[in-house]
């Protein structure tokens, strides 16, 4: 069984820059993609970013955050960022990622593995 640690939230200014990173441990396949969710206090969890690491690689994100956060993956290290910049007091959240062995989706049904999230606090 595949372990997800997420690691580098906490609290930064608005306008600042914060890198979260993903880490695979124990029974690990190939990942076909990974997702970065966030879920905000009496929120849903909602979809953010994610990366496709098999065959023809890409990457989505949703529209609040393109052109501020970057996805970016190493399939061989297990190791996938989402780097974030200009932040805004509405990305604090508690961000998660997750794994999926066979689909590149928004869908969190689609992604079997989980981290326990790591959280972000951006003041204004």
């Known amino acids: 069984q595949v372990q997800l640690v997420e690691s580098g939230g906490g609290l930064v200014q608005a306008g600042g820059s914060l890198r979260l990173s993903c880490t695979a441990t124990g029974r690990i396949f190939n990942n076909y993609a990974v997702a970065w969710f966030r879920q905000a206090p009496g929120k849903e969890r909602e979809f953010v970013a994610r990366?496709?690491?098999?065959?023809?690689?890409?990457?989505h994100y949703t529209d609040s955050v393109k052109g501020r956060f970057t996805v970016s993956g190493d399939n061989a290290k297990n190791l996938v960022y989402l780097q974030m910049n200009m932040l805004k007091p509405e990305d604090s959240a508690v961000y998660y990622c997750?794994?999926?062995?066979?689909?590149?989706?928004?869908?969190?049904?689609?992604?079997?593995?989980w981290g326990q999230g790591t959280q972000v606090t951006v003041s204004s």
């Open positions: 997750a794994r999926s062995l066979w689909v590149a989706s928004v869908r969190e049904a689609d992604y079997d593995s």
């Open positions: 990366i496709k690491l098999s065959g023809i690689t890409g990457t």
